[in-house]
């Protein structure tokens, strides 16, 4: 079996969040190879309508031009070191997180996640005046809002579950969460300000989808219900299987018929011997299709 089969095989064995992380690394690869390809042909140009087709705008006009960008955003990385760091949290926590909630409550807290971080950057970039000069050519890229979500979500669920770490010992979620959540959301606030936002924002949803969670309510019921839609439409019909039997001659044809006699004598047999009650649910099956038969 070749790497690329067994690529295939990971990704379709693997859970949720494994089909996650394998889904980041592939739009990175994809995005290299344009930047690669872009410098042979000295056209840096394929690799920046690459990530343009790719990342989220802040400007409402270029959003409504490309509405699929509020998804594609969060799959997309040019950094190795983003993408790094990213997936050791998204496998990190998404781990915990599996422990304790299903597949498809992360992938709705990711996507939904990552979603609130784009809005949240969004709006802010068209409200506020520290912006004003930006919001025409500011971008977002990279699964940091959907991977703040997923911390967040798991370290509000529950909140006392202890890590070993290196130096530190042992340490609750809630305030590796904590740290995590102001290290990269607050510190050097006008510095990657969009995408401090955007960790806000996923992680304000993250908090109020456990929240709602506690009191019977899923957030991410609607979203999953979308991707169960597209999965099923998606998803190839079985085929159909037509085969021809070839006629039997009055010796086989006999011969079955024997053989079926046989079989419904020592059911009427058995039923005069211990009432109808004694048969198998087979043999009342097939005394029934026999019946259909006659009739």
Known sequence: MGLWDDIKKSFSQGNSLIKLIYINIAVFILVALTAITGFLLTNPLIAEKTIDLLAVPSSLGSLLIKPWTLI??????????????????????????????????????????????????????????????????????????????????????????????????????????????????????????????????????????????????????????IIDSVVTFLKPGKKMKVTYKKPADDYEYNKVKAEQQTKINAILDKISKAGYDSLTKEEKDTLFRESQKRN
């Open 72 to 225: 594609t955003y969060m799959f997309l990385h040019k950094d190795v070191w983003h993408i790094l760091f990213n997936m050791l949290w998204l496998y990190w926590f998404g781990t915990i997180f599996l422990q304790y909630l299903d597949q498809k409550k992360l992938v709705s807290v990711y996507l939904l996640g990552g979603i609130s971080g784009a809005v949240l950057y969004i709006l802010s970039f068209n409200i506020f005046p520290a912006f004003r000069d930006l919001v025409g050519e500011s971008v977002a890229i990279g699964a940091s809002a959907s991977v703040m979500a997923v911390v967040i979500a798991i370290a509000a669920y529950v909140p006392d579950y202890t890590v070993s770490l290196f130096l530190f010992g042992r340490i609750k979620i809630k305030y590796m969460a904590l740290a995590i959540f102001v290290l990269t959301s607050f510190m050097d606030f006008s510095v990657n300000s969009g995408g401090k936002l955007a960790h806000i924002g996923g992680a304000l949803f993250g908090y109020l989808y456990t929240l709602n969670l506690r009191q019977g309510k899923d957030l991410g019921k609607g979203i999953n219900r």
